[in-house]
């Protein structure tokens, strides 16, 4: 069980080029969500989806655009790369433990991208 | 506002020794909470969850208690050894999709 595969693990990108990082999991998750992680930060949320066609705005989607066509993929689009984002991005996946409740969250490896 | 706080931001200590790392949280609706560990460069992977009737769960050698009155949680690691330094970060769920996240605690143990 592969669980959430990123790619690529590490890329460098000059500025105002573009570029996706692609997402997949073989969980059936309906949930799926992208990442950004900058040193002693917390994690923000770029963006989610709570399934195949639905996507919506995290905290910080300015730069980026997703799409979520099939359950398993989750890919995140970077236009016009800036130096500001340069971080390590994380895609997840989860599930409904119950009505209520929220089941764990799933991580992939993470992708490091630096804007020169 | 959302928010979960950490503390401390960083610990040392010594191989055998044992820890603490809390976690504070100001979240509605809560769902549950979840601690996380991240070893470096590596995504996150979850110890324990927590849910608004638990009190006390253990995972090993990991303990993690929830006081839903206070809105605190710790996460006690007993007899550390040198493959627990990692950064430990506190998860709460908010209603059925969202998480808000700690920023953290590093723990570096040494030999």
């Known amino acids: 069980n592969a669980g959430v595969t990123q790619t690529p693990k590490f890329r460098i990108l000059k500025i105002g080029q573009s570029m996706t990082l692609q997402c997949t999991q073989d969980?059936?998750?309906?949930?799926m969500y992208w990442y950004r992680q900058d040193p002693g930060m917390g994690l923000k949320l770029i963006y989610y989806?709570?399934?195949?066609?639905?996507?919506d705005k995290g905290e910080v989607p300015n730069g980026y655009n997703v799409s979520r066509s099939t359950t398993e993929d989750f890919p995140l689009r970077l236009e016009l790369a800036a130096p500001s984002q340069t971080s390590v991005y994380f895609c997840?996946?989860?599930?409904?433990?119950?009505?209520?409740?929220?089941?764990?969250?799933?991580f992939g490896e993470g992708s490091r991208l630096t804007v020169l | 506002k959302n928010q979960v706080e950490q503390s401390p931001q960083s610990l040392i200590i010594l191989e055998g020794k044992n820890c603490t790392l809390q976690?504070?949280?100001?979240?509605?609706?809560?769902?549950?909470l979840r601690w996380y560990k991240q070893d470096t460069g590596r995504g996150p992977v979850s110890l324990t969850i927590?849910?608004?009737?638990?009190n006390t769960k253990s995972n090993g050698r990991y303990t993690a208690t929830l006081d839903a009155d206070t809105k605190q949680s710790s996460l006690h690691i007993t007899a550390s050894q040198l493959s627990d330094s990692a950064s430990y970060i506190c998860?709460?769920?908010?209603?059925?999709?969202?998480?808000?996240f700690g920023t953290g605690t590093r723990l570096k143990v040494l030999a």
């Open positions: 989806s709570v399934g195949a066609g639905i996507t």
């Open positions: 969980m059936n998750h309906n949930y």
């Open positions: 976690c504070n949280y100001t979240v509605s609706p809560f769902s549950n």
């Open positions: 927590m849910t608004f009737s638990e």
């Open positions: 998860v709460v769920s908010v209603g059925t999709y969202k998480y808000i």
């Open positions: 997840a996946s989860s599930y409904l433990l119950s009505p209520a409740n929220t089941g764990e969250l799933f």
